[in-house]
């Protein structure tokens, strides 16, 4: 796919492409790649599992590519069709030619995709920042959506917090060391137990800030009471109970007081990692949910 997304330089541009391609060929089930035309650009996507497969849209996390779901994916596929986007508005395979300025216009542009891609009704499955979006289309579309996995979703319950977005505009500066500290921070276990996966990690984004010229970010604003109160989707929210991006067990908490359709579920002992050093634990939640 040739991409006039907004890289630095031409060499940037090739330099981000050769490492994306790496990293792609350890999708670890085989997988087509497709590109989706919408009015805020062109989207990529991941295709995998059985074409009968129920479908699975699934969104990484901001400063990150679908290809950040690899640990879920094999599991997921078996069962379903999963298409795994790159976020339009940030690194990775989509260009964006008509910048996404509120939640409102990804709703609009994740209804797109899903229109392009010849699908109904779908399960949604988010990560983190990609989770404030599925919430976001979610309440604002759930004729459209079946089933909706929040994983260890960004700005859904609570406010991002300042120690985030302090590390988070360090990052802004293409130093690994500074992606590194950002990284060891949202990752503890896995930079205890998996350091060389971490790395991995700190290199695609430090190339994505030194290849990419700056977007700015949607801020994942809560839903209100109000919303969650009028949200109908079957929805679990998974997370790690030493989350350091909200608040785990008050959104716990919320959620039971607020969103009665929304199961929720802490994993012990980890955090916002949860999805890679517990993946098998997490795939085997999120089919039980889904099935």
């Known amino acids: ?5 907004p890289f630095k330089s031409a060499d940037a541009r090739t330099r981000y492409l050769e490492r994306y391609a790496l990293r792609a060929r350890g999708w670890p089930v085989p997988s087509e790649e497709r590109v989706v035309p919408t009015s805020f650009g062109l989207t990529f996507v991941r295709v995998s599992g059985p074409p009968e497969g129920a479908p699975l849209l699934a969104l990484p996390g901001i400063g990150s590519t679908g290809l950040t779901l690899a640990p879920l994916v094999a599991g997921l596929s078996g069962p379903r069709r999963s298409y795994v986007l790159d976020n339009i508005h940030d690194v990775g395979r989509s260009v964006e030619t008509k910048p996404v300025t509120s939640a409102e216009d990804f709703v609009a542009w994740l209804d797109e995709v899903r229109l392009g891609l010849g699908l109904g009704e779908v399960d949604l499955l988010g990560l983190s920042y990609g989770g404030w979006i599925c919430a976001q289309y979610a309440l604002a579309r759930p004729q ?8 260890a979703p ?3 319950t609570a406010p991002i917090p300042f120690g985030f977005v302090w590390r988070a505009v360090l990052c802004a500066v293409p130093v690994r060391a500074f992606m ?3 990284m060891g921070w949202v990752a503890p276990t896995l930079r205890r137990e998996h350091p060389a996966e971490l790395e991995e990690m700190v290199e695609d984004g430090y190339l994505g800030t030194r290849s990419f010229s700056p977007r700015k970010m949607v801020p994942p604003l809560p839903l209100s009471d109000a919303d969650w109160r009028r949200y109908r989707s079957p929805t679990l929210f998974l997370a790690g ?6 608040p785990a067990q008050a959104a716990v908490e919320k959620l039971a007081r607020l ?10 002992g980890v955090g916002h990692d949860c999805f890679m050093v ?3 634990e997490v795939t085997a939640r ?6």
């Open 278 to 280: 517990r993946a098998a």
């Open 259 to 268: 969103a009665p359709s929304v199961q929720t579920a802490l994993l012990p």
């Open 286 to 291: 999120v089919l039980a949910f889904l099935e």
């Open 144 to 151: 459209c959506v079946r089933r909706v996995v929040l994983l």
């Open 1 to 5: 796919m040739e991409t006039t997304a």
């Open 241 to 246: 109970e030493r989350e350091v991006i909200f």
């Open 154 to 156: 960004a700005g859904t």
């Open 180 to 182: 590194r500290n950002f």
